[in-house]
């Protein structure tokens, strides 16, 4: 099975938005399914280092990030959204209606994140 | 060291100290038929020379033998056994008297007429007692204890008693059971997660009903997110309050944050974390130093205080989830060892943030976010 193929069976069995794999070095999405706008290139420099945090809180909560991020979930009013960076150099995104119960999400991204990267 | 698959264990064995033939022989009868070497005694002395003779798994005491108190003889086996587990048993037992048993390390204190079928399982929770430390302990949370057991990786069921009453029980650290006023499975779970009060007790794992299924984190993350729909479900502004994550939509409804009462819980139910109120547009650069921020955990001296101020990764959780979604209520971010969380809440900005080391340790900040952000949510609903 395709890790396309699997993206889509997780999107669409887990009753999520949508969900990528991306490529931590060149920010290529290397599989996924319903994964357009899925999250900003904005969002991936911050998330990912290229850009440090400048805004009104850096003021009172020191100076830059201590490490590179592990996971992120940020749950709004219509949809949250569940990243994983994975050791070998992915990204694991994830977008799930607002409804659905973070552990599943987290569950979700965790078995994306589990399957095999193919050639 | 793993047995032959051919050798069979050795039957373990018991002795039953009483003064009543009756008892010693059924109990012998009873045990036995379960694959128990029990051997009798009718006085303290025998049963001291057995204690003395061999490797005793459990021994079964009367309190009021003949030739020395039970009490005295449990004791001794403290002493001579120190491996052996110890069940006490009385006719009519005072509450000194289970005080005295506990102390000098009874596993469990039998009334009788004896069940025997109780017996049994106290005899199966004293042979699960050959490891690891028994007792008291109190201030324990349900949660508290199942993320103990859960780590530990234990095989168990764990009792409720109180107002409310059920069973959860654990395999290899696995949620796999739940029961509750004849309910099972997730309700079941969901309405223990709810007792604030009451006591527990574990037995040994004796059944197979598997009513749960999945991670245990996420079958608890589940639960206690089913608990907070329920309450909210339940509460008087159930209609006004959308689903989930946009429960701030109606900041009158709400009173305003209660700092002693916060700090109460904190010091309760996550020490050693830190909690602070953020005012991002108080906290514009060029302001005075700890202007837009104040910290809101136990103050003072704490021993378990991880964090001496505001780790960085708050603002970037901050700034993420500005870029993620305007709209966001709730953010989590997992860096090094360090998780944020920010929590948007009646029109109210709070941080909590604690040092993780592990997987085990992400969780616990994971249930420990989502249970503060259900207690500022039940709070300042209530306008308290």
């Not at chain 2, 309910?183 to 574990?202: D, F």
């Not at chain 2, 837009?292 to 001496?308: C, K, M, Q, S, V």
């Amino acid at each position: 099975m395709t890790r396309d193929r699997q993206f889509e069976i997780a999107v669409l069995d887990g009753g999520a938005l949508g969900a990528a794999a991306i490529d931590i070095a060149t920010r290529r999405i290397v599989a996924g399914f319903a994964h357009d706008g899925l999250v900003r290139p904005a969002l991936l420099d911050l998330l990912l280092g290229a850009v440090l945090p400048r805004g009104p809180l850096t003021w009172v909560c020191g100076g830059p990030p201590p490490s590179t991020a592990r996971e992120l979930m940020v749950a709004g009013t219509d949809r949250a959204l569940f990243c994983a960076v994975l050791d070998r150099g992915e990204l694991i995104v994830l977008a799930a209606p607002v409804a659905m119960s973070i552990a599943l999400g987290w569950a979700l991204v965790r078995n994306l994140a589990a399957a095999e990267r193919t050639p | 060291m793993k047995l032959d698959a051919e050798t069979p264990a050795p039957a373990p064995v018991i002795v039953i100290a009483d003064r009543d033939a009756e008892i010693r022989e059924s109990v012998r009868g009873f045990m036995s038929a379960r694959g128990y070497c029990v051997e009798p005694a009718a006085d303290a002395d025998a049963a001291a020379e057995l204690l003395r003779g061999g490797d005793i798994d459990v021994l079964i005491s009367e309190l009021a033998l003949r030739g020395a108190d039970g009490t005295d003889l449990l004791s001794l086996a403290r002493t001579w056994a120190p491996s052996t587990r110890r069940i006490a048993i009385a006719a009519d037992v005072t509450s000194r008297d289970r005080d005295a048993a506990l102390r000098h390390g009874a596993v469990r204190v039998l009334a009788k007429p004896l069940s025997l079928l109780e017996l049994a399982d106290a005899i199966g929770l004293a042979r699960d007692c050959a490891d690891g430390l028994h007792g008291w302990m109190h201030r324990m949370s349900l949660i508290d204890v199942l993320q103990m057991y859960h780590l530990a990786g234990q095989s168990l069921v764990l009792h409720v008693r109180g107002d409310i009453e059920g069973a959860i029980a654990l395999r290899r650290g696995e949620l796999v059971d739940a029961e509750c006023r004849g309910r099972a499975g997730m309700p079941a779970l969901v309405e223990l997660l709810a007792v604030k009060r009451g006591q527990l007790e574990t037995s040994a794992l004796d059944h197979r009903r598997r009513s749960l299924s999945g991670p245990f984190d996420h079958v608890l993350l589940d639960g206690l997110r089913a608990l907070d729909e329920t309450r909210r479900a339940a509460g008087p502004a159930a209609n006004a309050t959308p689903a989930v994550n946009g429960w701030f939509d109606e900041p009158d409804a709400r009173g305003p944050l209660d700092r002693d009462a916060l700090a109460r819980w904190l010091g309760e139910h996550a020490p050693g974390a830190g909690v602070w109120r953020i005012d991002p547009d108080g906290a514009a650069d060029g302001a005075a130093a700890g202007a837009g921020i104040e910290r809101l955990d136990p103050p003072g001296p704490h021993p378990e205080r991880e964090l001496a101020g505001p780790p960085g990764s708050l603002s970037w959780a901050y700034e993420l989830a500005e870029l993620a979604d305007p709209t966001w209520t709730r953010v989590e971010l997992t860096s090094g060892d360090s998780a944020v969380a920010l929590i948007r809440v009646s029109g109210l900005l709070i941080a909590f943030a604690r040092l993780v080391s592990g997987e085990a340790m992400l969780r616990r900040f994971q249930v420990e976010s989502m249970r503060l952000l259900r207690w500022l949510t039940d709070h300042l609903e209530d306008g308290r």
